[in-house]
């Protein structure tokens, strides 16, 4: 349980009420909002009706409960990309780009599609490019099967089913019950990869990079022609990939002054 009503004022308040909701696991009412941080019900109810004119909140159709709203779903999208801009750690995607010698991207998810926020690309462009501002469908990528292997078993379910899956390629899965055991396999193993089920001739894989609370924030992943490296062979960049994603991971906690220092430290090295 946390409070908000010793914060400041209600700008306060306001980023107190939208942090609780969207911490929920389901839509949850004014009352509730109002116990959890200790807020007058007057004073949640007020809140919440401002954040719902702007688009932060939404109410669950025929309820009085509430989850996020599509305006923060895309300022979120909007800042995760811009975190993922920043010359520190695009160094670090550069890095294990030249470590594994293909290209890497770092990929969200955005009104159910997967937006790549930043690449490297190490070598003469063959098949399949991810710039940044593209996008790709959440079920035939490996962001978007970790993405949603990592969502509760019944929202899993209801977000394949209610999926238009298009045959992109012969290897496109678009047999919701197949998905699903992929989508299981995928949660077992923390990572997933993608057998020519986008393009054709192209495989990857990516794992998840997390918040230091645990949350999925974004994805890192390799495409790569299979003539030069087969769907088995992707194995190989798992322990990479995974290194990594937990040094992104590490970035989140670090302030300016600790990039800072981190750039003299690879300066002098």
């Known amino acids: 349980m946390s409070s908000a009503a010793g914060q400041d004022g209600p700008l306060d308040r306001a980023f107190a009420v939208l942090d609780y909701v969207a911490g929920q696991l389901?839509?949850?009412s004014a009352a509730d909002i109002a116990r959890d941080l200790a807020l007058p019900l007057p004073t949640a109810h007020r809140l919440i009706g401002n954040l719902e004119d702007r688009g932060f909140l939404q109410r669950a159709p025929g309820t009085k409960r509430y989850f996020v709203g599509n305006k923060l779903v895309t300022l979120a999208g909007k800042t995760?990309?811009?975190a993922f801009r920043t010359s520190r750690r695009h160094a670090l995607l550069q890095a294990v780009a030249a470590e594994i010698g293909e290209q890497c991207e770092i990929g969200i998810v955005r009104n159910n599609a997967i937006v790549y926020v930043d690449s490297v690309r190490v070598s003469a462009p063959q098949g399949l490019q991810f710039d940044p501002g593209s996008g790709a469908p959440l079920y035939c990528t490996s962001t978007g099967k970790i993405y949603m292997s990592r969502l509760p078993a019944r929202a899993r379910e209801r977000l394949v089913r209610s999926l238009v899956m298009q045959q992109h390629t012969e290897r496109t899965i678009t047999d919701p019950d197949a998905l699903l055991a992929v989508l299981e396999e995928t949660r077992r193993t923390g990572w997933a990869k993608t057998n020519e089920e986008f393009v054709k001739g192209v495989v990857g894989c990516a794992v998840p990079i997390m918040s230091p609370e645990g949350t999925l924030i974004a994805c890192l992943g390799v495409?790569?022609?299979?003539?030069?490296?087969?769907?088995e062979d992707l194995n190989r960049f798992r322990a990479p990939l995974l290194r990594a994603a937990r040094l992104l991971s590490e970035t989140i906690l670090q302030t300016d002054s600790d990039f800072e220092a981190a750039a003299l430290d690879d300066e002098r090295a």
């Not at 495409?223 to 030069?228: D, K």
């Open 26 to 28: 389901k839509a949850v």
């Open 80 to 82: 995760i990309g811009s």
């Open 223 to 231: 495409s790569v022609p299979v003539a030069r490296v087969s769907f």
